[in-house]
């Protein structure tokens, strides 16, 4: 299996957007419910979001239900995180993974 790779991170201010990417090659990607993890310093690992190989009805965690949208393209080997409404504790690295397989994370900073 191919380990993805995350992109799309960077800094904005509080109310602004942003959008992830997780790539990775192969059918296996295509074909794996994706799921997006974020870990501030000093905190947790926390699930954000879970979307399935059809990219139906994902799930969310409350602290980001209404503001972060997951979607994929498998066409692409892509899944997007939109992530809109963003607020300064939503800073943090965030992973995608697969299976067992996890990116290195792209760091998202959200000022005041």
């Known amino acids: 299996q191919v380990q993805p790779v995350e992109s799309g991170g960077g800094s904005v201010q509080a109310g602004g957007s942003l959008r992830l990417s997780c790539t990775a090659s192969?059918?296996?990607?295509?074909?794996?419910?994706v799921e997006w993890y974020r870990q501030a310093p000093g905190k947790e690992r926390e699930l954000v979001g879970i979307?399935?190989?059809?990219?139906?009805?994902?799930f969310y965690a409350g602290s980001v239900e209404g503001r972060f949208f997951l979607s994929r393209d498998n066409t692409k080997n892509t899944v997007y995180l939109q992530m809109d409404r963003l607020k300064p504790e939503d800073s943090a690295v965030y992973f995608c993974?697969?299976?067992?397989?996890w990116g290195q994370g792209t760091q998202v900073t959200v000022s005041p």
């Open positions: 979307i399935d190989w059809k990219g139906v009805d994902p």
């Open positions: 993974t697969y299976g067992d397989n």
């Open positions: 192969g059918s296996t990607f295509t074909s794996s419910t």
